[in-house]
């Protein structure tokens, strides 16, 4: 039966994508079933999406009832929930305005053209380039390929949008050399998820907030997949004590309904004046109550703290468990944003894991990825653990 489904959607949906063989029909907390009954523990959460695991009551319930008051309305109008959940957004994080969209490329988008914008305004023509980091992920549409720094996903593409230029990751001198005249940001992930899982070293990001306000350079964060609690604050750049100019968000936002958006200080989003941005779905009604719910669970359950508790725990098992398998390398991360890196090529291992009934992420090299809902208990983790040891044995033998 599987199978069949399998093979339709082979035949109608464009072949863009690598999937797990399996068609996933219901999800519950950290769980999900295939069509068969079959269960699975999910270590993947819709690819960092449904932090408050799958069918969250809050979420739930919010989106049945908007969709049964008002679904959209266009943004020529005012909203109550999308005012409700701008204030949210605002009163929990260093920003002062937000700007709704549908997805992480969408609101990546926003923020490079805010960016030139904002210094188009202040410092006048031609300061438009942005200064983006090897390795990065920033989204699929023309200008976000154009700012990511893997040359993977541009293949076929050119000619792409011009004005990025791309430094090593953690390199704090190659940004200093590569800043022109004519630099109006920098823009960067505070882990790169997509990219291997790496971390930003703190100093590095505190010396790139100095630079870029004495500069007048604004810094954008990339936090589609590291804000939303994913690493055990709110938003990453809480980790380093510091205050970004514009972040970008999405994947979590909504625990699975299509959201996006970007926060910025007044003083930077003034410049989007009316008619220079817009989306037409951007933060309507279903929209924003799937993220008011989605951030007040966030906020108000003890997820944030759950996530740093079982992250630490499960990063301290993981690097136990490298001490005793040579194959592997480095396990490193930050929150349930987590990576392992080995020896032997991912898929196998991501196979393994699919075939012991536990979704893991496969990352860029020989890493993949563990990024269970924050709400994972330890019982749950402990059966990964577990698994996972038969799977690493196995690579012994
Ligand atoms: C997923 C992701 C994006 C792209 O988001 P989409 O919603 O797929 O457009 C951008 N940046 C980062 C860091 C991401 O993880």
Redesign the pocket.
């Known amino acids: 039966m599987q199978e069949e489904w399998i093979n339709k959607a082979k035949k109608y949906i464009a072949d863009t994508y690598v999937r797990f063989p399996i068609v996933v029909t219901r999800g519950e907390g950290c769980w999900v079933w295939d069509m068969h009954g079959r269960r699975y523990l999910d270590f993947l959460s819709g ?2 999406v449904c932090n408050l695991g799958h069918a969250n009551k809050n979420v739930v319930e919010a989106l049945a009832y908007q969709a049964a008051r008002l679904g959209h309305i266009s943004n020529l109008f005012y909203m109550e929930p999308q005012i409700r959940a701008a204030e949210l957004l605002v009163e929990n994080s260093f920003g002062d305005k937000v700007f709704f969209c549908n ?4 609101a ?1 988008e926003a923020a490079i053209k805010l960016a030139r914008r904002y210094s188009w305004k202040n410092h006048g023509e031609g300061r438009f380039e942005i200064i983006a980091m090897e390795n990065s ?4 549409t023309m200008a ?1 390929m154009s700012a990511t720094g893997q040359e993977k996903f541009k293949v076929g593409f050119p000619p792409l949008l011009e004005g990025f230029s791309f430094v090593p990751f953690n390199d704090l001198e190659a940004i200093e050399r590569a800043i022109t005249p004519k630099t109006c940001a920098i823009m960067l ?1 505070l882990i790169q ?2 990219g291997g899982v790496y971390v930003a070293d703190p100093q590095y990001v505190q010396k790139l907030r100095k630079i870029t306000r004495e500069k007048d350079i604004l810094l954008i964060l ?1 936090e ?3 804000g939303m609690g994913r690493t055990g604050k709110f938003f990453g750049y809480e980790q380093y004590g510091i205050e970004p100019d514009v972040i ?1 968000l ?2 979590a936002l909504g625990n699975g309904f299509p959201v ?1 958006a970007i926060i910025a200080k007044d003083q930077v989003m003034a410049a989007f004046e009316p008619g220079t941005h817009a989306s037409t779905f951007g933060g309507n009604p279903l929209a924003a109550s799937a993220i008011i719910a989605t951030v007040d669970t966030l906020l108000s359950e003890g997820v944030l703290k759950n996530c740093e508790t079982i992250g630490t725990y499960l990063l301290n098992e993981l690097t136990k468990k490298r001490k005793r398998f040579p194959f592997i390398t480095d396990v490193r991360g930050k929150g349930l944003l987590l990576g392992i890196e080995t020896t032997i090529p991912t898929d196998g291992i991501v196979r393994e894991f699919l075939s012991e009934g536990v979704i893991v992420a496969a990352s860029k090299g020989n890493v993949f990825r563990l990024l269970p809902p924050l709400i994972i208990g330890k019982e749950e983790v402990d059966i990964f653990l577990e698994i996972a040891e038969r799977i690493f044995e196995r690579q012994k033998a």
């Open positions: 690819i960092a997805s992480g490329a969408e990546n992920f920033h989204g699929r976000t992930e998820s997509e990339d589609v997949q590291t970008s999405a994947k996006g």
